[in-house]
């Protein structure tokens, strides 16, 4: 019989707080700790009889957290995102022209992924990053004791102003910013990011940024004007090409980038040291798509990640990828990475609670999903869509759409548009 871990050590991985990247000490944890999680041994139901009730209670909150805790897998969408995000950090930071900095913009609709993609790409570099450099700073000045930061790791504010955000990114560093004027934070920001060696600074959710505002237009100012640091400025949002943050760029067809003018805010408190325009990659993380054998084939591959992933006592092989479950599993989804993986997290959590112990479509259909996350901005689009899901009535109430409505022919592999669109080649 497969050893189960001792209850002490069970335990403490399963108390393990969720873990937070937007402070230079949650960042650096989440780095280190991010693949320590052991998934739950594989048990048949026979086996699985055999231990005592304690023995199964422990193990139930053991598989129950290795469904929850699934490792990140790659996709075709996910692998063009990385390679791009890594080319561009790692040949920025080995630049030693005094020229600004490409910087990459990572759309995508919401739980599709982009912001665990984009950070695995940065924990990697700076791993590597700080293994070249024996964890110091290569450009410390003698006599500082500033902690060599490579990645800094900033959420946008749901108000975006210049002074907000400032601030937001000098508590990732745990500077003081009380009582500053929005001129000394500008100058902090920039001091902050050259003293501790910082090569890329992410700023997630800056769809949040609201184009009609005056003070969001001065915020994407000032955010260009950081390039002028020679930072790699990271931008992650839903549906970047249509937010308006590209509303004053043009597409440049000779380097396929983006071209967004200089800062005008930032020349005002003395940033700008040159006029050139500034460059963005634009990279989109799509859904799952059914148009070609290609991607019905990719699908399928990800489903068997899943299921990999999955310890449940009675399921059967290819429990996700056998019969109509695929098409099943994509008219739930639409083919949404994080609905897909919500889904299956609750089917399995029910498959275990009824001792049906697999999923299939009768199960699935009692699952409905619910994406109500306070930490999420419904309306910059950073909950997506749910196929089927409840409607509200005249009374306020949920009305529950049919789960599996009948239709003369299956039409779940038929693509319903294109993604988001791209500039012609």
Known sequence: MTELP????????????????????????????????????RLTLAQWKTMSLAERSLHDMHRTATHVNMPLLETPMSIKVSRLVNRRIRNNAFKQKPSTRAGVMVSGWGYQGKTETVCEVLAAF???????????????????????????????????????????????????????????????????????????????????????????????DLLRAFMSM?????????????????????????????????SEHARVHGLEATQTERRFDLVELDRFRTTTPEQITAFHAHLTGLEDNLRLLKAPPGMLTSGTMPEYLMRRTDGVVGLLERLIEDGAQEAMDSGRETLDENLLDEVILSLDDPGRDAAAGEIPTIPGSPAPTTSGHLKTAPARPTKNRNTSFDDHGPGLAQPSA
């Open 126 to 220: 700076e791993e590597d990053w700080l293994l070249l450099h024996d964890q110091l700073n290569p450009q410390a000045v003698d006599g500082t004791r500033d902690l060599h930061l490579p990645i800094a790791y900033v959420q946008t504010p749901v108000t975006a102003k210049p002074k907000s955000t400032c601030q937001a990114i000098l508590d990732f560093f745990g500077a003081d910013t009380k009582n500053m004027t929005l001129p000394e934070l500008v100058r902090q920001v920039a001091a902050s990011l050259h003293d501790h060696g910082v090569k890329a600074l992410v700023l997630d959710d800056i769809t949040r940024l609201r184009m009609h505002r005056a003070d969001d237009q001065d915020t994407l």
């Open 230 to 262: 020679n930072v790699t400025l990271v931008l992650i949002g839903v549906d970047i090409p249509h937010s308006g943050l590209l509303r004053e760029g043009r597409w440049d067809e000779q380097t396929r980038q983006w071209l967004l003018p200089t």
């Open 6 to 41: 001792p209850a002490d050590v069970l335990a403490t991985a399963l108390s393990r707080q969720p873990p937070r990247r937007d402070t230079a000490a949650s960042w650096r944890h989440w780095c280190t700790t991010r693949h320590q999680f052991v998934p739950a041994p």
